[in-house]
């Protein structure tokens, strides 16, 4: 995946301000929101979306945007991962009071030297059978780290601030020069007053500690997508942990699992059904009310089914997660043998093998030792 000129994608000027990109961003996200799309549009409208994503992520970044001007791509980005930048979106559309954190992110983009991020989360969704042939919203819990209220997340008690560190002069960073073999060499490490943050917390807030961030159980809601399987893995980016004194928000991770159903067995996109039949009905036939996930059906078993048969409902099965269509509903028959017969079955049974001159075992005792003792 090529990196498009993110001021194409925004349809901005080269010289564009930071306030004007914001605009431009805000608009084109709407626009392209998959949300507002339907079907076939809904797919343009995601590719879209993340491009408008992705660009936004370069140009409000003095760093990333200054390196685009100048070398016509960004080198960063992994193209692995369309996803990134999800986090931002989400920022900007709720805003940071609306955001999931309770507010309190200190704004600006996520740069390398900036605050630290917060942990990346794993939660565990069960759906039903159902849910996930045919897609459903589901609500996921999770405790995570949220922004501390009481200090708006810096850390700070109320009235006071970070304080720039007075060993580093807020650089985070203390340089020693050294004279080698090769000449002076210039070597930089954290500063260890401030941990290289730049900045200390002479009052920190009691209630985080200083931390900014404090643990708390979240819940959110998760679109399952029509199709999911077992093992499956939804990334809510944005939506881990926030970093301590504002910093962004991990991801959460949600690993699917899907209950088994009574009756059904998932095959990638079919179903299947191990149908037991009695020897009578595959042998004569019957026509059937089948119970499909999509309702009742006739399904027609002909005189002289065998097991290992398989009748087929197309387009029953679940649908394809990446396309359109859905998978089949497939039936074995498994003919089952009649057991504990009564007097009159058994008569029935004689007379029928005497029809059809097959040779059966007498009635009578002796016949069970006999058997057994062929298997000695
Ligand atoms: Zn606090
Ligand atoms: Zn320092």
Redesign the pocket.
Known sequence: MAERDPYEVLGVARDASPDEIKKAYRRSAREHHPDAHQGEAAGAAEAEFKAVAAAYEVLSDPERRDRFDRFGHTGSAGPGDPFSGFGDIFESFFGSSGSPFGGGFSGGGRRRSGPVSGEDLETVLEVGFEEAVFGAEAEVSVRTAVA?L??EAT?AAPGSGPETCTGCGGAGQVQRVRQSLLGQMVTSSACTACSGRGQVMKDP?Q??KGE?RSVEERSFTVQVRAGVDEGTTLRLSGRGAVGPRGGPAGDLYVRVRVSAHPVFERHGVDLLHRLHLPVTQASLGVILDYETLDGLEELVIPRGTSTGDVFRFRGSGVPHLQGRGRGDLLIEVHVDTPVELSEEADRLLRALAEERDEVVAEPGEGLISKIRSAFR
Request: hydrophobic share 0%; glycine share 24%.
């Open positions: 501390c009481d200090c850390g807030c209630t985080c900014g």
